[in-house]
């Protein structure tokens, strides 16, 4: 999700053409964790804007900073695509950060379900980046991530025999987290919103990420 969008296919031509989209407004977050939940997040990196050159590329800004990470390539195509067809306005939260495992993005509460009382690197992200967003209304999320993920031991079996990643817990537990939390925060106004991801690519030989894409499968069934 931290691909950002001048490096994509054609990313210097939709740089430049996102101006031709005011309908389109962003929000990036800072790469903020936390110990502990937060209410508001201590430092933002873009406030919501208008779609333009200098609101998704680092680059028409001058700025070179990897923790300002302007927009997503995969968040602003997907917004772009939903406006395009739709002919609607639409709202983009950036909120990644490259590298990271689930566990950095599940409450504690998500966490307890898979493994009680556990306390490996969980909900930093979630704290400081998650947390003081709850009271948004939105409409869904999308999810790009495995390679963090990529080691985890195959020690359970799921209902039909086959090996069960932790991702294969932790995943739809944080996704069954998210949207109730969402709800409550937003009074409501947030109803069971989609969640979309993407599946790990086998593109590198030294990791193994059949056991997170069976573990991503598994878990939506």
């Given at each position: 999700m931290?691909?950002?969008?001048?490096n994509?296919?054609?990313?210097?031509?939709?740089?430049?053409?996102?101006?031709?989209?005011?309908?389109?407004?962003?929000?990036?977050?800072?790469?903020?964790k936390?110990?502990?939940?937060?209410?508001?997040?201590?430092?933002?990196?873009?406030?919501?804007a208008?779609?333009s050159?200098?609101a998704?590329?680092m680059?028409?800004?001058?700025?070179?900073?990897?923790n300002?990470?302007?927009?997503?390539?995969?968040?602003y195509?997907?917004?772009?695509?939903?406006?395009?067809?739709?002919?609607?306005?639409v709202?983009?939260?950036?909120?990644?950060?490259?590298?990271?495992?689930?566990?950095?993005w599940?409450?504690?509460?998500?966490?307890?379900t898979?493994?009680?009382?556990?306390?490996?690197e969980a909900?930093?992200?979630?704290?400081?980046?998650?947390?003081?967003?709850?009271?948004?209304?939105?409409?869904?999320?999308?999810?790009?991530?495995?390679?963090?993920?990529s080691?985890?031991?195959?020690?359970?079996?799921d209902?039909?025999?086959l090996?069960l990643?932790?991702?294969?817990?932790?995943?739809?537990?944080?996704?069954?987290d998210?949207r109730?939390?969402?709800n409550?925060?937003?009074?409501g106004?947030?109803?069971?919103?989609?969640?979309?991801?993407?599946?790990?690519?086998?593109?590198?030989?030294?990791?193994?990420?059949?056991?997170v894409?069976?573990?991503?499968?598994?878990?939506?069934?």
């Amino acid at each position: 999700m931290a691909f950002l969008l001048e490096n994509a296919f054609n990313g210097s031509t939709f740089v430049n053409e996102s101006s031709n989209y005011p309908l389109l407004r962003m929000f990036t977050s800072f790469k903020d964790k936390s110990d502990v939940p937060l209410i508001e997040q201590p430092h933002v990196e873009e406030p919501w804007a208008v779609s333009s050159p200098s609101a998704v590329s680092m680059n028409q800004a001058g700025v070179d900073d990897d923790n300002w990470l302007y927009m997503s390539a995969v968040c602003y195509l997907f917004g772009l695509h939903v406006h395009q067809h739709t002919g609607k306005p639409v709202g983009l939260v950036n909120t990644n950060w490259g590298g990271t495992p689930v566990e950095f993005w599940m409450s504690k509460d998500a966490l307890d379900t898979c493994e009680p009382n556990a306390t490996n690197e969980a909900g930093g992200a979630y704290n400081g980046m998650i947390k003081p967003l709850l009271n948004m209304t939105i409409y869904g999320a999308i999810w790009y991530q495995g390679e963090a993920n990529s080691g985890d031991p195959l020690s359970e079996l799921d209902f039909q025999g086959l090996p069960l990643s932790r991702y294969g817990c932790h995943f739809p537990a944080m996704i069954e987290d998210w949207r109730q939390k969402f709800n409550e925060g937003s009074l409501g106004e947030t109803v069971d919103p989609y969640f979309g991801f993407v599946q790990l690519a086998s593109w590198e030989s030294d990791i193994h990420p059949a056991s997170v894409r069976w573990g991503q499968l598994a878990g939506m069934l």
